[in-house]
C-alpha cells in the first residue's frame, strides 16, 4: 500500500505541478522498491524461506538509522522553518524559485509577501531579490519577483536583482557582492523547510548577522519538499558545506 501511495504521489506530482526537478523521482524509485519487498515478503512466506537472523538484523539496523537520521534532520528543519526573524535588517535577500513563464510560482509568492510585511514594520531595509534564468521560464527569477513586489507597491528603487544564481550557494554568494558589508543585518526569506540551510549556508560564506522568514509552502508539495530539503541538509553536512 506504501509502495502505491509513493507511486502514485509521483505521478499526481508531475501532473499537478510539473517535474521541475530529478527528486521527484525519488517517489517512484521508493514505490517501486516498497512493492518489490511486498512481492518478496509473500515469496518469501509462501516458500517459507529461512532468512538468516544476522542479514534481518542488519537490514533493519540500516532503515531504523536511516530514518531516525531523517526524523531529527527534518525536526531541525522544522525548528528553524518557525523562527521569527530580527528586526532592524539592511537586507532582506528573497531567495528564487520556479517562474512559470514570467509569473512567480505559487510558493515564491509565499516568499514574496512575507518579504513585504516585513518591509512594511522595517520601511529603511533594502531588498535584494535573488534568481537566474531556469528551464521553463521565459524571464528571470529575479525580473519576475521585482515585478510582483512593484505590483504590489514597493519602490523599484528599493529592489535591487541578482540575476545570475542557479541555486542557493551562488544566491546567497552574488547577494554579498551586492551588499559588500559582512557585518550588515541581513534577513533571508524562503519557504520554511528552507531556512535552517540557507541559513547555515550564509554562515559558512561569512555573513555575521543573518536570521530567516519561513513561510508556508503549498500544501501538496510539502512531502517532497521536506524530504528533499532533508537530503539535501545531509549531503551538505557529510562534504562540509554548511
Not at 178 to 196: A, L, P
Request: net charge positive; proline share 2%; charged share 20%.
Amino acid at each position: 500500500m506504501l509502495g502505491a501511495a509513493s507511486t502514485l504521489y509521483f505521478f499526481l506530482y508531475i501532473f499537478l505541478t510539473g517535474n521541475n526537478n530529478l527528486f521527484t523521482y525519488f517517489w517512484l524509485l521508493l514505490g517501486v522498491f516498497l512493492i518489490g519487498m511486498g512481492i518478496l515478503h509473500s515469496f518469501v512466506n509462501k516458500r517459507k524461506i529461512i532468512i538468516p537472523k544476522p542479514l534481518s538484523v542488519i537490514f533493519y539496523i540500516i532503515i531504523c538509522t536511516g530514518c531516525i537520521i531523517l526524523a531529527i534532520t527534518e525536526f531541525i528543519i522544522i525548528k528553524n522553518g518557525l523562527q521569527k526573524p530580527e528586526p532592524g535588517a539592511d537586507y532582506v535577500i528573497v531567495l528564487g524559485a520556479r517562474v512559470n513563464g514570467t509569473k512567480v510560482s505559487l510558493n515564491l509568492k509565499y516568499r514574496l509577501d512575507a518579504a513585504l510585511d516585513y518591509i512594511k514594520d522595517n520601511p529603511g531595509c533594502k531588498v535584494i531579490v535573488s534568481g537566474g534564468q531556469g528551464k521553463g521560464e521565459d524571464i528571470t527569477e529575479g525580473k519576475a519577483m521585482e515585478d510582483y513586489l512593484a505590483s504590489q507597491g514597493l519602490s523599484r528603487n528599493q529592489i535591487i536583482k541578482e540575476e545570475k544564481s542557479e541555486n542557493t550557494d551562488e544566491n546567497l554568494r552574488y547577494s554579498m557582492y551586492i551588499i559588500g558589508n559582512k557585518s550588515d543585518k541581513v534577513v533571508i526569506v524562503s519557504n520554511n523547510f528552507h531556512i535552517y540551510r540557507a541559513k547555515k549556508i550564509a554562515m559558512k560564506q561569512g555573513y555575521k548577522d543573518v536570521s530567516g522568514i519561513g513561510t508556508k509552502t503549498v500544501l501538496f508539495t510539502m512531502p517532497n519538499c521536506y524530504l528533499r530539503e532533508a537530503f539535501a541538509v545531509i549531503k551538505y553536512k557529510i562534504f562540509g558545506q554548511i
